[in-house]
């Protein structure tokens, strides 16, 4: 069955920079599309970050020029590079996954989720 894990989550001081990963298994990586979203504590989930099959990419407005999300199809692994964090950055990130071309790029539609691992910024 499909299967998301995510890591690289830690504290960092604001400006610093991070790199999550998300280790994917149980269908082929190349064929899915994928995204990373983030919530913070009593808000909504919110997309930051998708990628389609072919490597076209978007970004939440708040975390373009300093967000990058890139996959290496050999390792069956999402990445998600932060850069100039900031406190409102601090969240739980997720990954998630869909069969096939992108439908839901920054949307909530996924149906496939990782648990989470969590990003604290402090200023």
């Known amino acids: 069955q499909v299967q998301l894990v995510e890591s690289g989550g830690g504290s960092v001081q604001s400006g610093g920079s991070l790199r999550l990963s998300c280790a994917a298994s149980?269908?082929?990586?190349?064929?899915?599309?994928m995204a990373w979203f983030r919530q913070a504590p009593g808000k909504e989930r919110e997309g930051v970050a998708a990628i389609n099959i072919v490597g076209r990419t978007m970004y939440a407005e708040s975390v373009k020029g300093r967000f990058t999300i890139s996959q290496d199809n050999a390792k069956n692994t999402l990445y998600l590079q932060m850069n100039s964090l900031k406190p409102e950055d601090t969240a739980m990130y997720y990954c998630a996954a869909d069969f096939g071309s992108q439908v839901w790029w920054l949307r909530r539609g996924y149906p496939y989720w990782g648990q989470g691992t969590q990003v604290t910024v402090s200023s």
């Open positions: 149980g269908f082929t990586f190349s064929e899915y599309s």
